[in-house]
């Protein structure tokens, strides 16, 4: 199993952590309470191994007419609105909810250029609440395929403290290709043209770089 470079800290820091517990538990409880606690450490450390598992995921068919899911997770949201923050226009938004369980690495649904980058601090509201898009911390991308500007937003969850970008403005990524990572649970907004024809239907399961959630307009 290949784990996410931004889960070794974390992991480092939680065995350290849990075996000081589990010998604590030892000291002051004897050899039933280390056992039991070791096993719980055991459970916990894991479920923490999985939440940072990093799949390579190789896009079969590369097509940039085609949008790739950029998470794993399940829709919450397929709906028509106005963005407001920089196309200014009307677009179809989808939104993929990513679960402590789900992976949570954030690949590119199509190839092209970054034209814009912006973090916003904010709420923690749990990432299936309607104004989590516009009220959480999150961070705004957009990326250009030369006939077609979408939109990605990472938005921080209830659990999630950090959000981690490494797109830049001006950078060409491929399709998958991955620009980021967020952490214990979370959501992503994809903004696409009007016009989309969209392939997924609200409570379907996505998997980054496999399932095909739109397709283009001509």
Same mark, same amino acid.
């Given at each position: 199993?290949?784990?996410?470079?931004?889960?070794?800290?974390?992991?480092?820091?939680?065995?350290?952590?849990?075996?000081?517990?589990? +010998?604590?538990?030892?000291?002051? #409880?004897?050899?039933?309470?280390?056992?039991?606690?070791?096993? +719980?450490?055991?459970?916990?450390?894991?479920?923490?191994?999985?939440?940072?598992?990093?799949?390579?995921?190789?896009?079969?068919?590369?097509?940039?007419?085609?949008?790739?899911?950029?998470?794993?997770?399940?829709?919450?949201?397929?709906?028509?609105?106005?963005?407001? @923050?920089?196309?200014k226009?009307?677009?179809?938004?989808?939104?993929?909810?990513?679960?402590?369980?789900?992976?949570?690495?954030n690949?590119?649904?199509?190839? #092209?250029?970054? @034209?814009?980058?912006?973090?916003?601090?904010?709420?923690?509201?749990?990432?299936?609440?309607?104004?989590?898009?516009?009220?959480?911390?999150?961070?705004t991308?957009?990326?250009?395929?030369?006939?077609?500007?979408?939109?990605?937003?990472?938005i921080?969850?209830?659990?999630?403290?950090?959000?981690?970008?490494?797109?830049?403005?001006?950078?060409?990524?491929?399709?998958?290709?991955?620009? #980021?990572?967020?952490?214990?649970?979370?959501r992503?907004?994809?903004?696409?043209?009007?016009g989309?024809?969209?392939?997924?239907?609200?409570?379907?399961?996505?998997? #980054?770089?496999?399932?095909?959630?739109?397709?283009?307009?001509?």
């Amino acid at each position: 199993m290949n784990i996410h470079k931004e889960g070794y800290p974390t992991l480092v820091l939680a065995f350290v952590f849990l075996l000081a517990i589990s +010998l604590s538990a030892y000291n002051f #409880g004897g050899g039933t309470a280390f056992v039991i606690t070791s096993i +719980l450490s055991l459970a916990i450390y894991i479920f923490l191994i999985s939440f940072f598992r990093n799949p390579n995921r190789i896009i079969e068919t590369k097509d940039n007419n085609l949008i790739y899911a950029p998470a794993d997770g399940k829709v919450v949201v397929i709906e028509q609105k106005y963005e407001d @923050e920089t196309l200014k226009r009307d677009v179809i938004q989808i939104s993929v909810f990513m679960s402590p369980l789900n992976v949570h690495v954030n690949r590119m649904p199509i190839a #092209g250029t970054v @034209e814009y980058n912006k973090y916003h601090k904010g709420k923690y509201l749990v990432a299936w609440h309607p104004k989590s898009s516009t009220e959480n911390e999150r961070t705004t991308v957009t990326i250009n395929n030369g006939k077609h500007v979408i939109l990605l937003r990472q938005i921080a969850g209830a659990l999630a403290r950090r959000i981690v970008n490494y797109a830049k403005v001006g950078q060409t990524y491929t399709q998958g290709q991955e620009y #980021g990572f967020i952490k214990f649970g979370s959501r992503v907004d994809i903004m696409l043209p009007i016009g989309s024809e969209i392939k997924v239907n609200i409570d379907d399961v996505v998997k #980054g770089n496999q399932t095909v959630l739109a397709v283009l307009p001509a």
